[in-house]
Every structure is written in C-alpha cells, then in structure tokens.
C-alpha cells in the first residue's frame, strides 16, 4: 500500500502536516527510514500514523478487491500487518494466514534485512501482538522458520486447498447474473433508441 503514501496523495499531506518536512526526502518523498524510526519508538505517533494511513489503505484495497473479484480470480491475498492488532478487517477476510518463523530467526532477519540495531528491530517486533499469539489467531500457519524451499512447499498446499474451495460461489453467481441483466436492459434500450 506505498501508493497511499505518495505526494498528492491526501495521506501524504497529512502526514507531511502532523510530522513536519523533516521526514521528507530532497525528491518530496517520505523518507522511509526517519518516520520508520520515529513511529516505532513511540506508540502515540504510530498511533497518529495508523489513523491518518488506515482509512486510505482500507479504501485502496477494497477497490482491488473489486478488480479481481470482476476478472474471476479464486481469491486475492491481503498482506495486512496490523490484521489481528487492529481487528478492523479480520472479520472480512474468509481465511487468515500467518507466516511464522522462530523469534530467534525473526529477530536476526530483520536485523539483517533493513540494518538495525538489536534495539531498534526489538522495537519493531514488539509494536506488533507476537508471532505465538498471532499463531492462535489465525486459520493457517506457514512456518517459515525452515529453508524456502520448505516454505514454498507449505505455500503450495495451501495455494491448491484454497483454488479448491467454493467460497463466494452464490455471490460471483448473483454478480455475473447482475451484469448479465444490466448488460441486456442497456443493449436493448440502445437498439430501441437507435431504430
Ligand atoms: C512506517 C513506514 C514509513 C516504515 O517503512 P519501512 O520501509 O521501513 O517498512 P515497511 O513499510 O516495509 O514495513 C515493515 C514492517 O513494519 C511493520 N509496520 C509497518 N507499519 C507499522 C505500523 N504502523 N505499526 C506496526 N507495525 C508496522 C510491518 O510488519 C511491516 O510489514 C511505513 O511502513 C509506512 O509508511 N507506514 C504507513 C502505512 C502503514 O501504516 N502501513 C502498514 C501498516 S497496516
Ligand atoms: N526462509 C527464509 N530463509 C532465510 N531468510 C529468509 C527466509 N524468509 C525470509 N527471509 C529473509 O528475512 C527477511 C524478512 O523477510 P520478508 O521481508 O519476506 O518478511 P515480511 O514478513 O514481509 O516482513 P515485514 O512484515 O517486516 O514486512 C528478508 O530479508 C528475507 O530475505
């Protein structure tokens, strides 16, 4: 969701307002790492960050969520990070789906990935519920702890268990009988209009 972050974007500006153009990069953007660093070493401004991205983030996805539900995909994944801590959109998703791996990996991997301090990446993982908690929470588990080949594998199970259900069939039905419908009615008074 970067989209809703970018300048024009009515996020930005407020953004851009509450934490002032210290945060931004010489291009306009934000700068990534200073508001990262600020929001996770202090809970009221990650709180003021969720509140102003939140409802923005929430309206760009459901208009994917249309995209893709009109072209006929099975089903679209939602990368949410804050799903089970907010537990705004947990009751709309029909699956959830945790990626777990051992505290001990999540804590070098992401001290590795984005060159943090021991403190700084505790920081991050405790602004969200753990991973054992979030465990209990969610419907599937991919333990990632392992190699990717391991993960991939795990993936493609749960990639072909979900092609297989028949979730939303009466609703993609109803929508296509809609269409259907609507498209018929506008041709005919087309045809009517036009003779
Ligand atoms: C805070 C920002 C600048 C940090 O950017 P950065 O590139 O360093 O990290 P990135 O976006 O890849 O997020 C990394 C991870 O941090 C965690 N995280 C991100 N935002 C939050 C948050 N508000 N609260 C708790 N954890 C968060 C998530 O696990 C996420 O996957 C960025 O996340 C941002 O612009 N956030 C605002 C939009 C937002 O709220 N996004 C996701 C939360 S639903
Ligand atoms: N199975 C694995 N083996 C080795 N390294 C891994 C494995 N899975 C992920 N990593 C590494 O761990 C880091 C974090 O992975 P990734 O960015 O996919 O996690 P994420 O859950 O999307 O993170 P975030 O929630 O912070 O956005 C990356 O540098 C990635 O290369």
């Known amino acids: 969701m970067l989209q809703v972050v970018q300048p024009n974007e009515p996020a930005y500006q ?23 660093s600020i929001i996770f070493s202090s809970s009221e401004k990650r709180q003021l960050l969720n509140a102003i991205t939140h409802p923005c983030i929430q309206k760009a996805m459901l208009k994917q969520i249309v995209k893709y539900f ?16 907010t537990n705004k959109l947990k ?14 990996s999540q804590l070098s991997r992401l001290m590795r ?3 943090l301090s021991k403190a700084e990446a505790e920081a991050r ?22 190699d990717w080949e391991n ?10 268990k979900l092609e297989e259900s028949l979730d939303f069939l009466l609703l993609r039905l109803a929508a296509v009988a809609t269409l259907t419908v609507i498209g018929g009615l506008v041709g005919f008074f087309l045809r ?3 003779h």
Request: contains cysteine; charged residues 25%; glycine residues 6%.
């Open 14 to 36: 407020l953004i851009v307002q509450k934490f002032g153009r210290d945060i931004l990069l010489e291009n306009g953007e934000i700068n990534r790492e200073k508001l990262g």
């Open 70 to 85: 009109v072209l006929g995909y099975r089903y679209v994944i939602l990368d949410i990070p804050l799903l089970f801590e």
């Open 91 to 104: 009751r709309f998703m029909k699956h959830t789906v945790l990626v777990y791996c051992d505290p001990q």
């Open 113 to 115: 990935r984005n060159g």
């Open 125 to 146: 993982i405790h602004s969200q519920l753990s991973l054992d908690e979030k465990c209990q929470l969610a419907d599937h588990v991919i333990d990632n702890s392992g």
């Open 151 to 160: 993960t991939r594998l795990q993936v493609l199970k749960l990639h072909v």
């Open 192 to 194: 009517q209009y036009f």
